[in-house]
């Protein structure tokens, strides 16, 4: 399971000129099921991205999760981070979960994230979205779960 995290001042995804899901300050959350990904994984994913530290402190320094700041997570699934491009230019996508696996499992990972964290929105699994964000700082860190 991949997932790249922007730290944001706010974000929202629009489906159709519609706004479906959207966070002030938090995390923005790309997720990408992939092949042999397992419950387990989004677990730890969930687990790490809960208690990641990289909200500013009163001395400026990342010390602070998600959790601490009472920040948003707003998850989209995105399998395009599963792309391999090593063999030429068009992206194979070989990696990324069967589509019924991989809803199943961001179905799973919004329903434990939504069971832990009080402010969780989402884009709609499959769905052509337009992703507008404010990133903070900026910060963008890549997760692998293995």
Do not use: W
């Not at 489906?15 to 099921?33: K, W």
């Not at 959790?67 to 948003?72: F, N």
């Amino acid at each position: 399971m991949k997932a790249i995290v922007q730290r944001v001042a706010s974000a929202r995804v629009d489906i159709a000129g519609q706004t479906v899901g959207a966070i002030g300050a938090g995390l923005l959350v790309l997720l990408c099921a992939e092949r042999g990904d397992a419950d387990a994984m989004a677990d730890r994913m969930l687990a790490k991205l809960l208690k990641l530290r990289i909200f500013s402190d009163e001395a400026g320094k990342m010390n602070r999760s998600v959790q601490d700041i009472g920040g948003g997570l707003l998850v989209v699934s995105q399998f395009t981070l599963a792309a391999d491009v090593s063999g030429g230019n068009r992206p194979s996508f070989t990696q990324a979960a069967a589509p019924d696996e991989g809803r199943r499992l961001y179905d799973y990972f919004v329903d434990r994230a939504r069971a832990a964290h009080p402010v969780v929105a989402t884009g709609e699994f499959g769905a052509d979205m337009q992703v507008h964000l404010v990133n903070d700082g900026p910060v963008t860190i890549p997760l692998q779960m293995a």
